[in-house]
């Protein structure tokens, strides 16, 4: 096709390709850190989801700070992929973070706690349509 350019690194064509090798590693590495965990500390209180979510929130923030105009094949493979699939807590509280550095604090309030109610809600609603868990621990 004259004039577009499918050069890897620039075609928006390419960018879930870049996301989709970005997630393999970040879904492996959630869960062999959640097994990981799970083994060093038991599983009577979900410490590898914490470790998960505050480590992503830190790798989220500082790809927000030095990608930020950089290539979009980067911010794809890197904060889309890899970190997204390692947790979407991060995304959640970065998105968080840019509304109170917006001075959005009504908005930041509703979403965060809103966020949090809808989606207990929506696992309880969920469980309730499903039957209920699987296995109790």
Same mark, same amino acid.
């Given at each position: 096709m004259a004039g577009h350019s499918f050069h890897p690194l620039t075609s928006p064509v390419w960018l879930p390709?870049?996301?989709?090798? !970005? =997630?393999?590693?970040? =879904?492996l590495s959630r869960h062999y850190l959640l097994t990981w965990c799970s083994r060093r500390w038991g599983d009577t209180f979900p410490w590898g989801t #914490?470790?998960?979510?505050? @480590?992503?929130?830190?790798?989220?923030g500082s790809c927000a700070a030095a990608l930020? @105009?950089?290539?979009?094949? #980067?911010? =794809?493979? #890197? =904060?889309?992929?890899?970190?997204? @699939? $390692?947790?979407?807590?991060?995304t959640y509280v970065l998105e968080m973070s840019l509304l109170y550095h917006r001075k959005h604090y009504g908005r930041l309030l509703? $979403?965060?706690?809103?966020? @949090?109610l809808a989606g207990f809600l929506g696992v309880e609603l969920?469980?309730?349509? !499903? !039957?209920?868990?699987v296995s109790h621990r």
């Open positions: 390709l870049w996301i989709a090798l !970005g =997630a393999i590693p970040g =879904a #914490v470790v998960v979510n505050l @480590s992503g929130s830190v790798l989220l930020g @105009s950089g290539p979009p094949w #980067v911010a =794809a493979l #890197v =904060a889309m992929g890899f970190i997204s @699939s $390692y947790t979407t807590f991060s509703v $979403y965060g706690l809103g966020s @949090s969920g469980l309730a349509l !499903g !039957g209920g868990l």
